[in-house]
C-alpha cells in the first residue's frame, strides 16, 4: 500500500466565510490546515505516494506543502479546469498513479475527520478480493447521509441516497468518504466529464456485477462540512477524541500556538486553540472555539464554540456562542452574537449594535 488520491477540489460552500480566501482542506483545525491531520495519518500507515485533485483556489496547496517530504511523502498537485465531481476528480489524476492493475488506491474526501484504520480497510479489500472497498460508519440519524446496506460478509448490497421516510432507513451504515479501488477500476470511470463516484460510479459497478466491499469501522468520525462541524472537530483535535500525529503540541484542555499571546487571567478550555500571533486579553474566557492567526480578541470577552478568523477583532466584554466570524472582520465591544451567526470576512459591527435580552 503506497498510493493514495486525495480529493481536495471543494469549493466549501456550506464553510463560508471560512473558506472565502481558504479552501476548504486549509482551514486550520487545531492550528494546521486541516489536510496536514490527513496526510499525517496517510503516511502513518504507510502511503508514501499521494495526489492532490485540487480546483478551487488551487494556487494555495503546493506553496505550503511542497513536494511532501517534510511529512515523509512524496505529493504531487493535478487541477481540474473544471469541476469534475468526485468520480471525475479521480479519473483525473490517474496518470499521475504508478500501481499496477491490481493493486489497491487509497482515495480520500478531503473534508472527514476519522480515526480510521486505514491498514485495516486495506486488508479488508485485499482479503475480500473486491474492486472497490469503502468505510462504512454508523450513525445515529442517517437522514443527512447516503445508506449502504451490506449482507453478512460485508458485501454491498444497494446505495440509497438521503432516505426521507422511516421505511426507506433500512439501515444505519453510511458511506463514510474513504474507499480502497482495484487501479484498474479507476480506469473505467468516464475521463473528461463531471462524475459522481456516489451516485454514477458506485451503483454502477454494483450493477454490472462488481464485488464492492463495506467495512464499518466505528471509530471517531465527522463530516466538517459545517461551520459548527468544523470548529468541533478542531477542538475534538485538541482534546485528543479526535486522532492525529499531526496536532503541534500536547492534547489537552487547549493548545496556544508559539507567538501568541494568552493574558494570564484569561480561561481557555474545552479544546480551545489560539493560533500564532493571536492576542487574547484579560479575563476573556473561550471554550471549545479556535482563534486564528493573528486575531485579537479584547477583555472580558465570552467565546464558545465559534470560530474566530484570521486578522479578526473581538471587541471587549462581547459575547460569542456559537458564530463565525470571518477574517478580517470587526466585532466592537459589548456585543452579542448567538448560534449560527455568520459575520463576512472583513465585516464591521460597531459597538453595542447586536444585543439579546435574557428572555430571548
Known amino acids: 500500500m503506497t498510493e493514495a488520491i486525495l480529493l481536495v477540489g471543494g469549493k466549501g460552500t456550506r464553510l463560508r466565510p471560512l473558506t472565502v480566501n481558504t479552501p476548504k482542506p486549509m482551514v486550520p483545525a487545531a492550528g494546521v490546515p486541516f489536510l496536514t491531520h490527513q496526510l499525517a495519518r496517510a503516511g502513518a500507515a504507510g502511503v508514501e505516494h499521494i495526489v492532490l485533485a485540487t480546483s478551487y483556489l488551487a494556487e494555495v496547496f503546493e506553496p505550503y506543502f511542497g513536494d511532501g517530504s517534510r511529512l515523509g511523502l512524496h505529493l504531487e498537485y493535478v487541477t481540474e479546469e473544471e469541476p469534475l465531481g468526485t468520480g471525475g476528480a479521480i479519473r483525473n489524476v490517474a496518470s499521475r498513479l504508478h500501481s499496477g492493475p491490481d493493486d489497491p488506491v487509497l482515495i480520500f474526501n ?7 484504520d486505514i491498514r485495516a480497510l ?3 479489500h485485499e482479503t475480500t478480493g473486491a ?8 450513525v445515529e440519524d442517517p437522514r443527512a447521509f447516503g445508506l449502504v446496506p451490506t449482507d453478512a460478509t460485508g458485501r454491498v448490497q444497494a446505495f440509497l441516497e438521503k432516505p426521507q421516510t422511516p421505511e426507506e432507513i433500512v439501515t444505519d451504515q453510511i458511506n463514510a468518504g474513504a ?9 473505467t470511470i468516464p475521463a473528461g466529464r463531471p462524475v459522481s463516484v456516489e451516485r454514477e460510479t458506485f451503483p454502477g459497478l454494483l450493477a454490472a456485477g462488481a464485488h464492492l466491499q463495506g467495512m464499518v469501522d466505528s471509530t471517531y468520525w465527522l463530516d466538517l462540512g459545517t461551520p459548527q ?8 483535535l485538541v482534546l485528543g477524541r479526535a486522532p492525529s500525529p499531526a496536532v503541534p503540541g500536547r492534547r489537552g484542555d487547549s493548545l496556544t500556538l508559539p507567538d501568541a499571546s494568552v493574558a494570564a487571567g484569561a480561561k481557555l478550555t474545552g479544546g480551545t486553540v489560539v493560533c500564532e500571533n ?18 485579537t480578541v479584547e477583555a472580558g470577552a465570552v467565546i464558545t464554540d465559534s470560530l474566530v478568523g484570521r486578522g479578526a477583532h473581538v471587541g471587549a466584554r462581547t459575547v460569542l456562542t456559537g458564530a463565525v466570524i470571518g477574517d478580517g472582520a470587526t466585532v466592537g465591544a459589548d456585543n452579542e452574537l448567538l448560534a449560527g451567526v455568520r459575520v463576512w470576512c472583513d465585516a464591521v459591527i460597531p459597538a453595542g449594535a447586536i444585543r439579546f435580552s435574557s428572555d430571548q
Request: glycine share 14%.
Open 278 to 295: 493571536a492576542t487574547v486579553g484579560e479575563g476573556a474566557r473561550i471554550s471549545g472555539s479556535a482563534v486564528l492567526a493573528g486575531a
Open 179 to 187: 474507499y480502497v479501488f482495484r487501479r484498474s477500476v479507476i480506469d
Open 110 to 116: 478531503g473534508d472527514i475527520l476519522t480515526g480510521l
Open 122 to 124: 486495506v486488508r479488508e
Open 131 to 138: 474492486d472497490v472497498s469503502l468505510h462504512l460508519s454508523r
Open 229 to 236: 462541524a468544523f470548529v468541533r472537530g478542531s477542538a475534538d
